[in-house]
T-cell receptor, first 115, second 108 residues
Framework: GAGVSQSPRYKVTKRGQDVALRCDPI?????LYWYRQALGQGPEFLTY????????KSGLPNDRFSAERPEGSISTLTIQRTEQRDSAMYRC?????????????FGSGTRLTVV | QKEVEQNSGPLSVPEGAIASLNCTYS??????FFWYRQYSGKSPELIMS????GDKEDGRFTAQLNKASQYVSLLIRDSQPSDSATYLC????????FGTGTSLTVIP
């Protein structure tokens, strides 16, 4: 696609429910990053992929958070048993191989609210 | 110590002045450095990248890198009200790290 697409744009869920956030990167982009951004803060690293391989998941807060990218394109970030503290903007960014040298392009984000 | 440190501001400058934004990083092995601009409620947008010591100019923007001091800066000349935003410093190390951002307001 022309840009990084994230869906849904907004998600309101009840505490304890599972949610799945989707990221469709720019066509051909090999690297895909997930970030969480609280209001007034910079993006906080969660995890990233090169192709379908998860390279680093050290930023995932706990084992309720997981991510996958089975075919090396679309990625899903799943949060199980959501808690109010999970409420935030979740952002996805993608880049070409070697994107660490050129920067990444962000999607519009998914605003998650846990009530 | 955070990987990337920025003064959160807010920084206010009058229209037409030079705005100076600063960033320090902890990983000496970092190779690539970026400045992103984020308008309120929007996604971060890449505006500058720099890889070598010295200055890199792009229009009204100049990025400066000093690897020995682990310091990156962004200068915005002839600041405009449309430059009012949060500026995020990003550094590549083991991952792609961001600072917390500096809020800039350009006063007409």
């Amino acid at each position: 696609g022309a840009g990084v697409s994230q869906s849904p744009r907004y998600k309101v869920t009840k505490r304890g429910q599972d949610v799945a956030l989707r990221c469709d990167p720019i066509s051909g982009h090999v690297s895909l990053y997930w970030y969480r951004q609280a209001l007034g803060q910079g993006p906080e690293f969660l995890t990233y992929f090169n192709y379908e391989a998860q390279q680093d998941k050290s930023g995932l807060p706990n084992d309720r958070f997981s991510a996958e990218r089975p075919e090396g394109s679309i990625s899903t970030l799943t949060i199980q048993r959501t808690e109010q503290r999970d409420s935030a903007m979740y952002r996805c960014a993608s880049g070409p191989l070697g994107g660490a040298n050129y920067g990444y392009t962000f999607g519009s984000g998914t605003r998650l609210t846990v009530v | 110590q955070k990987e990337v440190e920025q003064n959160s501001g807010p920084l206010s400058v009058p229209e037409g002045a030079i705005a100076s934004l600063n960033c320090t990083y902890s990983d000496r092995g970092s190779q690539s450095f970026f400045w992103y601009r984020q308008y309120s409620g929007k996604s971060p947008e890449l505006i500058m990248s720099i890889y070598s010591n010295g200055d890199k100019e792009d229009g009204r923007f100049t990025a400066q890198l000093n690897k020995a001091s682990q310091y990156v800066s962004l200068l915005i000349r002839d600041s405009q009200p449309s430059d009012s935003a949060t500026y995020l410093c990003a550094v590549t190390g083991n991952q792609f790290y961001f600072g917390t951002g500096t809020s800039l307001t350009v006063i007409p």
